[in-house]
């Protein structure tokens, strides 16, 4: 297993910057919007032949009346718990904030390794305003630059230093299940359920999710790898840059992911942006499962309820009517493990081999009995199926 290494600070230091310039992608979404990262965000990175694992949090702020803010300092408190040495980023030309002293309180607290990283250190001018980083009291301080990268081979020579040596696990070949759906359909609720602990922002404001996400997860002896992505809308409501990426990432999800757990909002309807998610799916050849959220909301309920809603389920699906429907409800996590039995028998399915001998015997009759159209008037022969 890889060591965690954590990067906190107020919002809009370059945090995020920095984690893309060290997994060297855009992974986490970049703006000039203070707190666009909303969830800890994940990545790998490598220095010296040693890796380890990066966690990119939300701008630290203490005492927020904003509900994303106030959700975003647990998050980030969470982010430190799980890490083995912690990247504290601030910004020279702010100087030293009151906010940068209460991380610096929060931090001293945990008693892991901190490595203050002073950046936008990008011109000779700047390195004696950095001086007064000292006042916080941390023993490694380094003065670097986010965007082109200077100073930063210096902290990463002594952190991997001071990172502990683990065993590595690989985890790529893990299943990767994603999960996906318009905004505010439930699906970082899902998750959340499935998984006893507030992993995701979640509140009743649409769009808390902006960053796709793993997740380790293992159920039913079978383990596999959770994706919860940004909800997926409509292009004409794409209107920020900040947006676009966020669609791009749950786009990027259904393509390198090996089963689409589809989840949609019962009391909404399966609506023609679910239908459009959908069809994405089946173009990528991804097997599917679709979960009715919050079917514990749907009003005036009978015998025939669930049929029925599932027969509508199907007539949008058409010509895939053998796509599995489970009903579900996040919040009383209704029938949520037989969502996740169900898309791990569509993986098992999916990865199935059948012998020649098998397909032989079922494929030949019918072939014969209806054969090819000839060709040049000479029929084809099939000799055997594989």
């Known amino acids: 297993m890889m060591s965690i290494v954590a990067v906190v600070g107020r919002p809009n230091v370059g945090k995020s910057t920095f984690f893309n310039r060290l997994i060297q992608r855009r992974e986490a979404i970049v703006d000039a919007v203070s707190g666009v990262t909303r969830d800890r965000h994940y990545g790998k990175s490598d220095w010296n032949g040693k890796e380890f694992s990066l966690i990119d949090t939300g701008g630290y702020v203490k005492g927020s009346d904003d509900i994303f803010e106030a959700e ?3 998050q980030v408190e969470l982010a430190i718990d799980e890490a083995d040495a912690i990247i504290f980023m601030v910004d020279v030309e702010s100087g030293v904030t009151g906010m940068d002293q209460e991380v610096a309180k929060l931090l001293r607290r945990s008693k892991k390794p901190i490595f203050l990283a002073i950046n936008k250190v990008d011109a000779a001018s700047r390195v004696n305003d950095a001086l007064e980083f000292y006042s916080l009291g941390f023993e490694h301080q380094y003065n670097l630059s986010s965007i082109n990268g200077s100073g930063t081979g210096e902290l990463l020579d002594d952190l991997v230093k001071a990172l502990p040596e683990r065993e590595e696990e690989d985890n790529s070949e893990l299943p990767r299940f994603a999960v996906v759906g318009r905004p505010n359909a439930g699906k970082s609720s899902f998750i959340n359920a499935l998984i006893g602990q507030d992993r995701y922002i979640v509140t ?28 997926i809308r409509k292009k004409s409501k794409v209107k920020e840059d900040l947006e676009f990426y966020s669609v791009m990432r749950s786009v990027r999800a259904i393509e390198h992911c090996d089963v689409i757990i589809l989840v949609f909002d019962a009391t909404r309807g399966f609506d023609g942006q679910v239908e459009n998610i959908f069809w994405l799916a089946q173009r990528n050849n991804k097997g599917i499962v679709i979960l009715a959220n919050k079917w514990d909301l749907v009003e005036d309920k009978e015998s025939s309820s669930v049929k029925d ?3 509508y389920i199907r007539q949008q699906c ?19 493990y037989k969502a996740i039995e169900t898309a791990v028998e569509v993986y098992e399915n999916r990865s ?31 000799k055997f199926c594989t």
């Open 352 to 382: 199935k081999k059948i012998k020649t001998s098998e397909l032989n015997e079922v494929m030949l009759p019918i072939i014969q009995a209806y054969p090819p159209p000839a060709y040049k008037a000479k029929y084809v022969k099939i």
């Open 204 to 231: 009743d404001i649409a769009g808390t999710t902006r960053d796709s996400i793993d997740t380790k997860y293992n159920r039913f002896g079978f383990e596999f790898n959770l994706v919860d992505t940004a909800g």
């Open 309 to 311: 809603y599932e027969k």
């Open 72 to 74: 975003i300092d647990k």
């Open 318 to 336: 058409e010509p895939f009517v053998d796509v599995p429907i489970v009903f579900i409800s996040a919040l009383t996590k209704q029938r949520i």
